[in-house]
């Protein structure tokens, strides 16, 4: 099981079969349509009927207990009478549905009817998250992808409880949000993408489509909007953002560091106050990220003038900022989360512990662990290779506790893996390098320490290789995994 629940017993003697006769219980209306989607997936493979009923069924859902264990936490217990996934809320039930499905045989993910018998070897598990923030990133800029990618994607991630989808809709490359008050910046902004070829922008509706379906599954969109620097498609859209008012061209390569919004001009600020409102509007969650990276070529100064009156916009429609750890070297307001994406380098670790000392907490994308586009090894066909070969025992052995001297446990909100997209222009390609990685970023957010061991992490990663074969997952064989 990935991410490995914090504690989990057997019942010796006990196994829970699924028979046809079984059905899907759910004792409140807050877990009714968990329960109706759980029985979806259950019949494509077995073939059951599965009927949902309110009160109590084979499998019973309810969020009547287990109180202790927090938003996410849940109790399940297999027995050879059923199954029971009891959480305090329906958030938690729905983790505790995702371990129920990695408990059923791997065959439980077809598409089709399988044979069978379906049968969990009995177990009482009682499970919370070490962590509250569990993400993942994807960059829709350099690659656009569509509402139905996005939406297979987070399905995919939803299994390993990440709780926090990270979309990167902003960069030289690609305006890919709409904003009505700016319509040049999709219409324009958003045509073409890395290489040349047709882009792409979500309309509103399109937006709200994705914001829904990860609601349905626990999972919370964190729209980043990258500010003053990564901003060619914004600025050749609508030269007044220049500093010269002067438009560049569209922007198709993958070099970095080159853009800025003219930090100097009220107009940016008039700008920005528009954007973050339409994006805030869209958003369900409570944060919108101002990226602040690679702002190579904004004077360091007007950078420390900018990134407060940018957040201030942000807090002026009642989110909580999140920044790239650039921004950290600027006065930021209660409550924002430094996201951390150095290396070993001094540079950014001093950079995460200003965040800290000024009162921000921190959500960890070590570039040389967590991010999903570096190349496993030499013979990657994809992927960068800038922060070092990231092989699946790199992304998963670490501790986030410890990562950064001089930050303290308590000031790190969790972790995220970014997968950007300047090599990965279809879905198959983002999977190759979201699969086997992103499980293990998964288990360090969810798992107690004592839990995480890599040699037997492995053993576990392999049980996921057929799951990920039943669902026609484009994972990477890696030969670190025994995947026989
Ligand atoms: C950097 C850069 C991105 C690149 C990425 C590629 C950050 C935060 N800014 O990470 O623009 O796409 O590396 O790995």
Known sequence: MIPHPATQQPLPDETFTLTPDASIGSTDSAVRTIAERLAAQLRRSTGFGLPVRTGAGTITLSTD?????????????????????????????????????????????????????????????????????????????????????????????????????HLHLTDDQGWRIQVDSWPRLTEYGGSLQVGGGAGGAYTKADFAEIVRYAGEHYITVVPEIDTPGHTNAALASYPELTADGVAPELYTGTKVGFSSLASGKERTYEFLADVFREVAEQTSGDLVHLGGDEAHVTPHEDYLTFVPKAAQLVVDQGKRVMGWHEIADAPLPAGTIVQYWGTEDEKAQALAVKAVEQGATLV???????????????????????????????????????????????????????????????????????????????????????????KRYRDRLAGQGPRWEALGVNYHRSAEIDWA
């Open 65 to 165: 207990g287990a109180d202790s264990l927090g938003t996410e936490g849940y109790e399940l217990r297999a027995d050879s009478s059923g199954v029971t996934i009891t959480g305090a809320t329906a958030e938690g039930v729905f983790r505790g549905v995702t371990t129920l499905r990695q408990l059923l045989p791997a065959q439980i993910e077809a598409a089709g009817v399988q044979d069978g018998p379906w049968e969990i070897a009995g177990t009482t598990i009682s499970d919370a998250p070490r962590y509250g923030y569990r993400g993942v990133m994807l960059d829709v800029t350099r690659h656009f992808f569509t509402v139905d990618q996005v939406k297979r994607f987070i399905e995919l991630v939803s299994r390993y409880k990440i709780n926090r989808l």
């Open 364 to 454: 960890l994308s070590p570039a040389n662990r967590a991010y999903l586009d570096m190349k496993y090894d030499e013979d990657t066909p994809l992927g960068l290779q800038w922060a070092g070969l990231v092989s699946v025992e790199q992304s998963y052995d670490w501790n986030p506790a410890t990562l950064i001297p001089g930050v303290p446990a308590t000031a790190i909100d969790g972790v995220e893996a970014p997968l950007w997209t300047e090599t990965l222009d279809d879905l198959a390609k983002v999977e190759y390098m979201v699969f086997p990685r992103l499980p293990g970023i998964a288990e360090l957010g969810w798992s107690p320490e004592s839990a995480l061991d890599w």
